[in-house]
């Protein structure tokens, strides 16, 4: 999820509200739809009689990106351990020692 920071929509854009985390929640603080926002974000187009707008926190995208991809090479380290302790490499090795055989013998 990417992550807003709500500014005033005057031509200081002072941050008012920040680390806010997806676009219901950024939609919800500003009060609008998140369709409406959606668009809004888009086209860079926001109302004139609004206070407030949002940008994307691009310092704070590159955090969570960093930390998915920190979360998902552990639950891989993780899974990988767990099948090497279930998985029963013999079995494997009994049938490529069968096939092996028979490929030699004929």
Same mark, same amino acid.
């Given at each position: ?37 959606? $668009? ?10 609004? $206070?407030? &707008? ?10 969570? %990106?960093?930390? #998915? ?11 990988? %351990? ?7 490499? #013999? %079995?494997?090795? #009994?049938?490529?020692?069968?096939? &092996? #055989? ?5």
């Amino acid at each position: 999820m990417k992550t807003y920071m709500i500014v005033t929509n005057d031509e200081y854009e002072l941050p008012v509200g920040h680390d806010i985390v997806g676009a219901n929640a950024a939609a919800e603080y500003l009060g609008m739809t998140v369709q409406n926002f959606r $668009r809004c974000l888009s086209s860079g187009r926001w109302s004139k009689y609004r $206070r407030y &707008k949002a940008a994307v926190d691009e310092a704070g995208t590159e955090e969570m %990106q960093e930390r #998915r991809k920190e979360e998902r090479r552990k639950e891989y380290r993780r899974r990988a %351990q767990v099948q090497a302790m279930t998985v029963d490499r #013999r %079995q494997y090795y #009994r049938m490529y020692d069968r096939t &092996k #055989r028979k490929r030699a013998n004929g």
